[in-house]
């Protein structure tokens, strides 16, 4: 390890997600540890806050400790505690904000604050230091689905989002109308590889020629009146359907959503001088988004350069958390003691 060699400690809690990492000089990842609480959270279909506030207490100590052991250095090696504080759900943020409060505090480290849809973008960009920016940045998971100009990694400029459900959600929401597992997304996937994307033609909202909002809400009603009929007073007809029903279905649906997440990523493009396009956050880990960007990125002159978080930083994680803190510890950007969580925040 040279002299210069940057080390920070990465924690994110801001879901259902307890994690910590060591990455050094923004790239070099000696460990990554996440707890997921999916399993608490199966059986409601969705994430319960208490739940994940109580599961992330009993969890981010050992989750840090894992960390630091794996990464094979000691507390004086770390040069900065980075902590995700906003968005997400405030229960969960505080456990994470408080751990990296405290450890900022007895260890006496620089505390740096992440917004944790800038560090899904940073997912994308992940061992690509000296990357050209500008770039447009589609980030889609559970909470949000956003469009950014990137033209500095530290102030990205929100396009547009979500003005409703955000596409990870609607992949939830639509896995429990289906009776599928949760967390849907991968559900959906898995699914959806033996349907017919064709069979069913779900309304894919644009909001208008020249919105890059998105929204999912409707979607996911019709994919509601598909399965329960349009006056809603009929049982589900999941439980009768067959595999292949349920199969089409699923495929129709991320259809629909995927060729809305590249239509409005399309636009972004025309609508700046962009050559580059990152795609990261939960619900890029979808192989039919990753193949369907890939496709349009191809067929689009002015695109030069795609860069898809790799499936395993797509997902909640603190590897992308200390790698864009490193980008603030450069630049002198600290926290102080008076950090708090924010649900929102883009
Ligand atoms: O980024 P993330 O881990 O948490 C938030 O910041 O919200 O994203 C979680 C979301 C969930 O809604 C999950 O269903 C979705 O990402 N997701 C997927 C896939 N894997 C995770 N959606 C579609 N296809 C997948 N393979
Ligand atoms: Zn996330």
Redesign the pocket.
Known sequence: MTAESINILGIET??D?TAAAVVTDGEIIKSSVVASQAKLHEKFGGVVPEIASRAHLESICPVIIEAIEKADITKADIDAIAIANQPGLTVALIVGVTAAKTLSFTWNKPLIAIN?IHA?MQSAMLAQQNLQLPAVALIV????TSLYDCHSILEPKLLGSTIDDAA??A??KVATILKLPY????S??KIAKDGNPSAVNFPRSLLGPDSLDFSFSGIKTAVLYHCQGQDMKGKSKVHSMTKQQIADIAASFQQAVVDVLVKKTSRAIEKTDAKTVLLG???A??NVLRGALEKMCDNNDSVERLLIAPKQY???NAVMVASLAYHKFKAGIFADLSLEPKAHGQ
């Open positions: 801001s879901c997600e944790h899904h998971s559970g909470g949000h990870g959600e992949f939830d967390p849907g997304g991968p959906i996937e956050g939960g619900v880990a979808n797509c997902t909640d």
